[in-house]
Every structure is written in structure tokens, then in C-alpha cells.
T-cell receptor, first 115, second 111 residues
């Protein structure tokens, strides 16, 4: 059983560019959530995908968008990057529609730096 | 905005001592979870306590939950250097999809 994986590990972009981050959920998990963690802060919920549909969204602008694929892997896309988007982006998966009722399995994260 | 607040923000103790971290939250919850994070990497789940539970143990970890005070505590007994990390509490709300995290306690264990 493989855990949650994310790619890339690190990424440097310039303001105004677009970025795509990828996540492979743990085997058997069909629910994927994305979190943004600024330096020195706790993670903040961006959105969740369940069976390829968005299933909840946090307080993030529309330039943050996502996808979930039939194999339950997921992408986070951020358009028109701003300096404040610099953060660690974490993906978490959980089993069949359990949402937050059970533990979340987190990936190692993608460190995004916007210059 | 974040619901939980951890206290203290930073804690430094000697190896072998016990470490206690506290978490307060604002709204009703289904469960409260504690996670550990090493050096800004991924979060590792430590323990989950449901709203109808008052205390839970897992190895050297003891978690308490007081829903009347909207607070929880995490006790790590007989601390080790490897326990050095940031610890976050996270709450799962009724019918919510998201976990709401606090700002974390940075724990340093000195050898």
C-alpha cells in the first residue's frame, strides 16, 4: 500500500505565472483535500474532491482550481500567481467519503516560492 | 481564519520530561485530531478523539477533550529528541469537509 505522494517537491515561479501541483492519493482513498500552509502558520483548507467532484471549498479565490481524475489522483492549479501564494501546499487523502470524520493521510507537500 | 489556538506557541524541555500542549477551539465539533510536522514537511496523524470521548491514549501520547470548555490537551510522556517537531490540533465540524487547524506548538526536546 503506497502513501500519498506529491510532485514536484519544490517549485519556483514568478508573479503572474501559472502553476500545477499534483497529488496521488493513498490506495483505496477516493477523497482528496488540498491545504495551503504559509510559513509559521497552520494549514488552511483550499478545497476537497470526492469522486471527481468538488465537495467543499475554503476561502480562496477562483484562481485556485482543481481536478480529480478517475484514478483519484488530483491537481491543484493556481493562476496569476501572487507573492502571498508562496507556501507549502499539502494534499491529504481519506477513504470513501469520510471527509473529516477520520484521520487524513497527508503527502510530503510541495514548497512553492513566488518571486 | 483558523479556529484552533495552541498554547504555548513554543515549548523547550529536557529529554525525558513530559510535554503538554493545549488547544482551544470555537465551534461545535465532531472530532479533534492532533498532527505532528517535522521541519515544514507533511503532517503525520497522531491521534483522533471524538466529541463523545473525554480521554484517549496511544503509546506515550495522552489526549483529553473538554467540549464544555472547547479545549483539548496533548501530553507526551518521557520525551525523546525525535519528538522535536511542530504539533497541530485540527477540528472536524459537523457535516464539514475540512479540517480547521490551529497555528501549532513548536516543541524542542533538548538532549
Amino acid at each position: 500500500e503506497t502513501g500519498v505522494t506529491q510532485s514536484p517537491t519544490h517549485l519556483i515561479k514568478t508573479r503572474g505565472q501559472q502553476v500545477t501541483l499534483r497529488c496521488s492519493s493513498q490506495s483505496g482513498h477516493n477523497t482528496v483535500s488540498w491545504y495551503q500552509q504559509a510559513l509559521g502558520q497552520g494549514p488552511q483548507f483550499i478545497f476537497q474532491y470526492y469522486r471527481e467532484e468538488e465537495n467543499g471549498r475554503g476561502n480562496f479565490p477562483p484562481r485556485f482550481s482543481g481536478l480529480q481524475f478517475p484514478n483519484y489522483s488530483s491537481e491543484l492549479n493556481v493562476n496569476a500567481l501572487e507573492l502571498d501564494d508562496s507556501a507549502l501546499y499539502l494534499c491529504a487523502s481519506s477513504p470513501e467519503g469520510t471527509g473529516v470524520y477520520n484521520e487524513q493521510f497527508f503527502g510530503p507537500g510541495t514548497r512553492l516560492t513566488v518571486l | 481564519s483558523q479556529q484552533g489556538e495552541e498554547d504555548p506557541q513554543a515549548l523547550s524541555i529536557q529529554e525525558g520530561e513530559n510535554a503538554t500542549m493545549n488547544c482551544s477551539y470555537k465551534t461545535s465539533i465532531n472530532n479533534l485530531q492532533w498532527y505532528r510536522q517535522n521541519s515544514g514537511r507533511g503532517l503525520v496523524h497522531l491521534i483522533l478523539i471524538r466529541s463523545n470521548e473525554r480521554e484517549k491514549h496511544s503509546g506515550r501520547l495522552r489526549v483529553t477533550l473538554d467540549t464544555s470548555k472547547k479545549s483539548s490537551s496533548l501530553l507526551i510522556t518521557a520525551s525523546r529528541a525525535a519528538d522535536t517537531a511542530s504539533y497541530f490540533c485540527a477540528t472536524g465540524g459537523q457535516g464539514a469537509q475540512k479540517l480547521v487547524f490551529g497555528q501549532g506548538t513548536r516543541l524542542t526536546i533538548n538532549p
